[in-house]
């Protein structure tokens, strides 16, 4: 009889089954390896640093220190051109005078006595290369933080009127102490140049604009508070004491010797700026 051969034990069947099945995990491992050390990284890379970390290293770049400069809007009158006129918005002229010329002029020559001074910084709302206006400038004060204004102009008129005049924020505004006593400051400083002070004794006044608009002015001293009526957009909407002057009359040859050329605004940039730093430093 042909010898009967015992079949395989089933364990080892079984076994063989077993890695087979099993086989393709072993080559994952080493990806999942890879994969779990790639996520370790990312996650530690964007882990924030330690306090420690972020203090500054000998020859790391020193942060920016902040600006702590006083800002103060300097706002030349007129200039560019004026589409609602379509023509160059000069001012007044007289005396073979511009009144943009002349207030641009004193205008960049305070602020360069601003800049030089290292305690101010100063905010030219206008270069006459554009028309701007008031309300865009009152703008461009209070975007760029302004803590004070001041409106260059020059008057005019048909008669043999001359003098300095200065525009306060009127009793209705917040604004309005801080405005006075700057206006009081410039008009002192006006004065000692020779200039006439109009509108009472102190050269400061008030100026509205009625339910009709028409302007009506009133002295300083007058401390009744006008509700609805406004004042010159530049001073009401700069958000920050502000005055507007009208430094003289360009249809006055004497003020205009005092006040224009080379000289004249040289004179009157030192007055806006004598008065400036008495504003900010009555101390000194």
């Known amino acids: 009889m042909p010898t009967t051969r015992t079949p395989a034990p089933p364990r080892r069947q079984v076994y063989r089954r077993k890695r087979r099945r099993n086989r393709p995990w072993l080559w994952f491992l080493p990806a999942a390896a890879l994969l779990a050390l790639a ?20 020859g790391d ?25 379509g023509s160059e918005d000069y001012g007044a002229e007289g005396c073979g005078l511009r009144e943009c010329d002349i207030t641009l002029q004193t205008a960049r020559l305070l602020c360069a006595k601003l800049e030089a001074d ?30 004070l204004l001041v409106s260059i102009h020059l008057n005019y008129d048909t008669s043999a009127a001359s003098g300095f005049e200065c525009y ?22 006006f004065s000692a140049l020779g200039l006439t002070l109009r ?41 920050c004491p502000a005055v507007l002057c009208e430094e003289g009359f360009i249809s006055s040859a004497g003020d205009m010797e005092i006040l224009s050329g080379e000289d004249g605004c040289a004179a009157a940039a030192e007055a806006y700026y004598r008065s400036i730093t008495a504003y900010f430093f009555p101390e000194n």
């Open 199 to 239: 509108g009472g004794s102190s050269g400061v006044r008030y100026m509205y604009f009625d339910e009709y608009d028409n302007r009506i002015f009133t002295d300083a001293d007058d401390t009744t508070v006008h509700t609805g009526w406004p004042t010159y957009t530049v001073v009401e909407s700069s958000g």
């Open 118 to 147: 290292g305690r101010f910084r100063p905010l030219l709302t206008a270069d006459g290369s554009a028309y701007l206006k008031p309300s865009q400038r009152a703008e461009l004060a209070q975007n760029g933080g302004a803590q």
């Open 168 to 189: 306060a924020a009127p009793p209705h505004l917040a604004t309005n102490a801080d405005s006075l006593r700057f206006a009081r400051l410039v008009a002192d400083e």
């Open 61 to 85: 770049a020193p942060s920016e220190p902040q600006d702590t400069r006083i800002v103060v809007a300097v706002d030349p009158g007129h200039g560019g051109v004026n589409p609602n006129i």
């Open 39 to 58: 996520v370790a990284i990312l996650l530690h890379d964007a882990a924030p640093a330690p306090q420690a970390a972020l203090a500054a290293k000998p």
